[in-house]
């Protein structure tokens, strides 16, 4: 399979975890944000969201969009489950992924920040506030999601939940979020971390780091 | 059961599409997100994303974040379905679902205009460009996903992937959004809209519309 990914985009990261954890290689392309990789006409044909992750699959079925490609390898290759297949217990898992993946990395997402700079002038003060407002609302929001005792977001063991709460860590840490409000977050990413299919998975040990 | 809701917000909006296409009847209790109702305490335990909407079930079960909603309605009612079973085409569905759900909902979301507003100055001119920005972009995105020939977006039956896209296009409407480039998902709103179940999810339907 080809993964073509950006280092510093959490979104690949989450592919990157969720293929370790399977136990599935993976060859990296890199796709360089910053210099508008992603919008060159053969990697827009690919991916016409002009955006990273793109898996192309070992018969040249191309996916997009990350969770939708987390969902396709949970349900083709099951072990170790990254989602619950009990409905209930799934809706729960799924509503605190939509926090993160929906309610936070959209608005800080690289093109969104790009268009404020560019249209609107944004500082980069403003560029921080931006991140710690939607980041702090959202850790709260996840935090409040979680059964209590659990070692990992919802059990014993890590899930698509985990995937998406380390990945957007990654970002909080980089832009100074005050994490002090979030105890439950900082344990759980210190144990996920502790985890080769984490750590393999880290922005700074892909190819493409900078 | 029991739905929190706004007539407006289109997570909402989706929410009521497959509770109607699922034939299961519920009661709308609205949530003023203009005049911050989201953010009363009572609501924000229920609801600690203090969004729109929540699903009460029967049993008093909790239930946030539009997608998760949809995905537990469609495992535990499965006629008719609205996404597919099989891996690979629920993954390209998903990925047109999320293409709408993540990449063009959240920065167009009612709280990231407020914060937009009250911080960064934004003008009504500036308002409308971001919104016409990030839906053109999406649309496209998500017009080229699609297969050809097909009624709706995937298939001859409407799916999740229909019900973000019909909610989005209340907004291109409301929002003045040039839609001449994208004919087919016209085609396919006029469709849906002709049926019962998005009919009567229309915002200026709900008992809360104004």
């Known amino acids: 399979?080809?993964?073509?990914?950006?280092?510093?985009?959490?979104?690949?990261?989450?592919?990157?975890?969720?293929?370790?954890?399977?136990?599935?290689?993976?060859?990296?392309?890199?796709?360089?944000?910053?210099t508008g990789e992603q919008r060159a006409p053969d990697y827009a044909a690919l991916n016409p969201g002009k955006g990273v992750p793109t898996l192309v699959l070992e018969d040249g079925t191309v996916l997009t969009q990350s969770l939708a490609i987390i969902e396709y390898l949970d349900a083709t290759v099951p072990e170790p489950p990254l989602l619950p297949t009990e409905p209930?217990?799934?809706?729960?898992?799924?509503?605190a992924v939509q926090t993160i993946a929906l309610d936070v990395h959209p608005v800080n997402n690289l093109?969104?920040?790009?268009?404020?700079?560019?249209?609107?002038?944004?500082?980069?003060?403003?560029?921080?506030?931006?991140?710690?407002?939607?980041m702090t609302e959202g850790f709260a929001a996840y935090q409040a999601l979680l059964p209590k005792g659990t070692a990992f977001s919802f059990g014993e063991t890590?899930?698509?939940?985990?995937?998406?709460?380390?990945?957007?860590?990654?970002?909080?840490?980089?832009w100074g979020v005050d994490m002090s409000p979030f105890p439950r977050l900082l344990e759980i990413e210190e144990r996920a971390l502790s985890l080769a299919a984490f750590n393999d998975a880290r922005p700074e040990n892909q190819p493409d780091a900078a």
Chains 1, 2 share one sequence.
């Not at 993964?3 to 290689?25: D, E, F, P, Q």
């Not at 790009?114 to 506030?129: C, P, R």
């Open 88 to 95: 209930l217990m799934r809706a729960h898992v799924q509503a």
């Open 158 to 174: 890590p899930d698509l939940a985990d995937i998406c709460l380390v990945a957007q860590l990654y970002n909080a840490h980089r």
């Open 1 to 34: 399979m080809k993964l073509y990914s950006y280092w510093r985009s959490t979104t690949s990261y989450r592919v990157r975890i969720a293929l370790n954890l399977k136990g599935l290689s993976y060859e990296t392309s890199p796709v360089n944000l910053v």
């Open 111 to 134: 093109k969104v920040l790009t268009y404020l700079k560019a249209q609107m002038g944004l500082t980069a003060d403003g560029q921080l506030d931006w991140f710690h407002h939607w």
